[in-house]
DNA sequence: CTTATGATAATTTTT
DNA sequence: TTATCATAAG
C-alpha cells in the first residue's frame, strides 16, 4: 500500500488502526502530523470512510489549515465535507445551527477576553465592588476556570466560599445576564454550551455522534475538563475517538488545560490501544538528549525512550552575557555569521523567548543590522484601536443588542454623545425593559436636551443606514460604507501625522483578511466575524514571508527550525516568577523542553547578568534548568558507535532514574571512568549534582 | 462634552 | 515602560 511507504511500524500502526479507542503518544519530532493526515487519507482511500463522517480537531486554526491541505494533497481532491477545526471554530458551526434549543440566539457575537473583561469592570462598578480589593483580571481568570469545570454561576458555590468567591459569584450572575442580552458568548461559552447542548438536548447529540464516526484530537494533552466532555459525549462509549498528545509538551495549564486528560486516556476508555512513537527525525543527538535529561526531571512523566537516527551534531550552546543588549547582539552577529557561511538562510533561524516584552530589544537589534524578520505577535494586530473601532461597527451591524460595541462606537468618532447621554440612554432601556438599541430607537423619550436627543438620534439613523448595506454586498464593501459613513476615515486622513498614517495602514490590513472572505450580506459578516475572534497568535505567522522568527515559547509548539536561539534563560523568566507551585514549575519545564525539541541543528540558550524590566535595572541569575542537563552528552567524531556505548554496554544509561539509598531518586547526568573506578554524576531534585563512585554505594536502576 | 494632565497601577504564556 | 484612570480646566 503505498500510503504506508516511509512510515515505521508503530506509525504504520497508528494509520491502520481500525474500530475503536487509539492513544497516539507522539514524541517530539516523531511524525506527528504525518501520522494524523497519513490516517485520515487511509480512512477515506482505503477504509471506505466518507469525509462526512470525520472529525479532526486541532489546537490552532493555522494546523487546521495545514491539516486540510495535506490530506486533500494526499487524496488528490478536496474535502469541504470533512471537518476540521479548532475547538472553538467547530462549536460555533455547531452552536450556529443549534443553540437555539437552549434558548440562545443563533445570531451571537463572541466577545474577546479584552471586551470580556470591559464588561467585568462595567459589572463591578455597578455592583460596587472595589476593584482594588477584588481584581477584575482575578475574577476573570475565576469565571474562565469555572467555566472550563462545565460550573454554571448556579453551581460555582455549593456551599458559602471566600471574600473573593463571594464576589465572584455576583458578578458571574450579572455577567451571565448581560452576556444573555448582549447575545455575546465567551471563548469558555463556545465549549460549554456544546457541552450543554449534548447533554440538554439528546436528539442534537445523537445527530452528531451518527455523523462523527471517526474523530480525531491533536495536542490532547491541552485539554481541559470542557473539551474533554466535549469529545467524550461525542465519541460515545466505544466511539472510534483516536488521541494524539504528548504529556511532555503540555504547556496550557495556566488556561485550564489538565494533563491528567491524557495520562488517563487508559482508563477513561480501557479498549484502548496506545501506540508510542519514540523516533525522533527532527533533532541532532546532542540536543535531544539535553532535552531529554531536562525533562526527566519531572514526576509523574509516562517515561518515553526518544531515539534519533540523526547524527551527534554540536553540543546545547550556553551562553551568558552582561546584559540583554549584548544578548541581543550576540543572537544577530552568530545569525549574520550562520548566514554568511551559507550554512543557513534567516528563515531557518528563530528566537524564542518567554515573555512578548522580550522581544523588543531584539527587534532593534535586527532593525539595526537589516536583517529581514517576521514576529509572532498577531492579536497586537487586533488590540489596535482602529482595527477594534471597525470591527465594532461591524458586529453593531450583525447584532445590534451587543451592547459593549455600542459603547464602544457611539462616541467613535467624537460625535458630542458623552457619558451622561449613554448614561441616560441605558437608565431609559433599564426603565422600560428593552435593550440599549431599542432605547436609541426611541430616542425621543429619552430625558435628555433636545440637542443630545437628536445627536443620538442622528447616530440611530446612521447605523440603521448601514444596516441596510449588508445585505448582497461584500464584506469589504461593507467596511468601506462604514469608514465612509461615519467619518472614521476622514478623521484619520485629517489628522495626517505619521501614527495616523499607520493606522491607516493597520486598517488596510485588515481589508487584506476581508477579502478572504467569500459570498456577500449576513452569511459573509458573520463569517468573518467569528473568524477575526478566533485568530491564534500563531496563525498571523505568514508562511510565504522570509525573514528570521521571533516568538514566544508557547507559540513555538508544533514547529521546527534548523538553527534556534532561547533568550532570557534565567531565573524568572524560565520557570517565570509567577510559576511557583511544583506543578506550575513542572509546566515551566516542559515549556523549556517545548523550545528546545524544535532545534534540528544547533540550539543556543544564552541569559544576561542584569536586565531591565518595567524600567527598572535587575541583576538576574541563570535559569535553574540550564543545570538538570549536561549540554555535550555525544562526542561529534564518532556519532553512532558512542550513541551504541551509552545505550548497550552500561548498566546506567544517561538520563536513567536511580535510587540513591540515602539521598532518594536522582537522575544519571554524566559519567567517568569504567569497571569499578566508574564514577557518576548525579543530579538530585532538592540536593543539587554530587559525583558517585559506583562501587561504594548500592545505587539501584528504576524505570 | 472634550481635552490635558498627572497619578497610579500593572505587567506570563492564549483559544 | 506602558496603559489606564481620575480629575480639573476649557
Known sequence: MELLDGLNEPQQKAVTHEEGPLLILAGAGSGKTRVITYRLAYLVKERGVSPYNILAVTF?????????????????????????????????????????????????????????????????????????????????????????LLKTPERYLVKTGSFFQEAVLKVYQEYEKEMKKSRALDFDDL????????????????????????????????????????????????????????????????????????????????????????????????ILSSAQELIQWNLGRKEKA???????GPPVMIREFASEGEEASFVVEESQELIKKRQYQEKDIAIFYRTNAQSRILEDSLMKAAIPYRIVKGLRFYERKEVRDLLAYLKILYNPEDKLSLQRIINTPRRGIGKASWEALLDEAERLGITPYEALSRSQDIDLSSRQRSRLQKFYELIEDLRREIAG????????????????????????????????????????????????????????????????????????????????????????????????????FCPHSLSTEPEEKEEERRLCYVGMTRAKDRLYMTWAHSRQIYGNRFSREPSSFLQEFSPETFQEEDPESSEGKVESKEDFPLGSKVLHPTLGIATVISKKGKGDKLTLTLAFPNKGIKDIMVDYVDLEVLN
Open 191 to 286: 465549549i460549554m454550551k456544546t457541552v450543554q447542548l449534548f447533554v440538554y438536548v439528546p436528539a442534537v447529540l445523537d445527530r452528531y455522534q451518527h455523523r462523527f464516526k471517526h474523530l480525531l484530537v491533536d495536542e490532547y494533552q491541552d485539554v481541559n475538563h470542557a473539551q474533554y466532555r466535549w469529545i467524550n459525549l461525542l465519541a460515545g462509549r466505544n466511539g472510534n475517538l483516536c488521541v494524539v498528545g504528548d504529556p511532555d509538551q503540555a504547556i496550557y495549564g495556566f488556561r485550564g488545560a489538565d494533563i491528567k486528560n491524557i495520562l488517563s486516556f487508559e482508563e477513561d476508555y480501557p479498549q484502548a490501544r496506545v501506540v508510542r512513537l519514540e523516533e525522533n527525525y527532527r533533532s541532532s543527538a546532542n
Open 473 to 572: 454586498n461584500e464584506i469589504d464593501h461593507l467596511a468601506h460604507k462604514v469608514l465612509g459613513k461615519t467619518g472614521l476615515m476622514r478623521e484619520l486622513e485629517e489628522e495626517g501625522t505619521d501614527d495616523a498614517r499607520s493606522r491607516i495602514e493597520n486598517i488596510q490590513e485588515l481589508f487584506n483578511v476581508m477579502q478572504e472572505v467569500d459570498g456577500v450580506g449576513m452569511e459573509a459578516l458573520e463569517e468573518f466575524l467569528a473568524g477575526v475572534a478566533l485568530v491564534a497568535e500563531i496563525d498571523t505567522l505568514d508562511p510565504e514571508k522570509g525573514g528570521l522568527t521571533l516568538m514566544t515559547l508557547h507559540a513555538s509548539k508544533g514547529l521546527e527550525f534548523p538553527v534556534v536561539f532561547m533568550v532570557g534563560m534565567e531565573d524568572g
Open 306 to 312: 526518544l531515539r534519533t537516527q540523526r547524527g551527534a
Open 60 to 148: 490552532t486554526n493555522k494546523a487546521a489549515e495545514e491539516m486540510q491541505e495535506r490530506v486533500d494533497n494526499l487524496l488528490g481532491y478536496s474535502t469541504s465535507s470533512l471537518w476540521i477545526g479548532t475547538f472553538h471554530a467547530i462549536s460555533v458551526k455547531i452552536l450556529r445551527q443549534d443553540i437555539e434549543h437552549l434558548g440562545y440566539d443563533k445570531n451571537f457575537v463572541i466577545y474577546d477576553t479584552r471586551e470580556q473583561e470591559i464588561l467585568l469592570k462595567n459589572i463591578m462598578a455597578r455592583l460596587r465592588i472595589d476593584p482594588t480589593e477584588v481584581h477584575p483580571r482575578a475574577v476573570q481568570r475565576e469565571i474562565s476556570r469555572a467555566k472550563t
